[in-house]
């Protein structure tokens, strides 16, 4: 268990759809960034937070939002969604902003599936 | 953008059989880390290497970082079936905020 929970597991939804991923940090955490794997893409940055705010932008589409909340949980929140955006979403956190040589500890991922 | 690429993309050894595994890019990168992701989980951090040159050693895996610091390689000796996952790199700048992945190499240790 790396500390960071992340629910769904798996999601089974239609194309057009719209679903919540949500993610809570492990503790002492206060930045979380989002990401997606796909087996065409590899792993790919969507989104960071940083206590509340966020701090960098990655290739995140424009029917897909996210936001972190005071208690510092995330919420992805994927719209319209297209048979393309089938993929795992992984959830990170970190102490403290930037990365360098700091530590990223990655969630179970939720396997999202559009049929 | 900057791109990490990773070779071998797949591969497939004998229990006992050394392998590298190589991370490459154009671009300088102020760190690089390996992560190791199995089925069902999310990437692991196994190293992180800043300087140029640096090599660092985990049991039987050896971290090395260019002296350009724009390539890394990960060594494992002796591979065991338990080494088998996804090797990610990812490098990281000062004028980006987040980390850039490599495509991975999936490394299978068949006993």
């Known amino acids: 268990d790396s500390g960071v929970t992340q629910t769904p597991k798996h999601l089974i939804t239609a194309t057009g759809q719209r679903v919540t991923l949500r993610c809570s940090p492990r503790?002492?955490?206060?930045?979380v960034y989002w990401y997606q794997q796909s087996l065409d893409q590899g792993l790919q940055f969507l989104i960071q937070?940083?206590?509340?705010?966020?701090?960098a932008k990655g290739n995140i589409l424009e029917r897909f939002s996210a936001q972190q909340f005071p208690d510092l949980h995330s919420e992805l929140n994927l719209s319209s969604l297209e048979l393309g955006d089938s993929a795992l979403y992984f959830c990170?956190?970190?102490?403290?902003?930037?990365?360098?040589?700091?530590?990223?500890?990655f969630g179970a991922g939720s396997r999202l599936t559009v049929l | 953008t900057q791109l990490l690429e990773q070779s071998p993309q797949f591969l497939s050894i004998q229990e006992g059989e050394n392998l590298t595994v190589y991370c490459n890019s154009s671009s300088v990168f102020s760190s690089l880390q390996w992560y190791r992701q199995e089925p069902g989980e999310g990437p692991v951090l196994l190293v992180t290497?800043?300087?140029?040159?640096e090599v660092k050693k985990l049991k039987r895996l050896t971290f090395q970082f260019g002296d350009a610091r724009k390539d890394s390689s990960l060594h494992i000796t002796a591979a065991q079936p338990g080494d088998t996952g996804l090797y990610l790199c990812a490098g990281s700048s000062g004028s980006a905020r987040q980390l850039t992945f490599g495509s991975g190499t999936q490394l299978t240790v068949l006993p």
């Open positions: 290497v800043v300087t140029g040159g």
């Open positions: 937070y940083y206590n509340g705010e966020e701090r």
């Open positions: 503790s002492g955490d206060l930045s």
């Open positions: 990170a956190s970190s102490l403290r902003v930037g990365i360098g040589a700091n530590v990223l500890t």
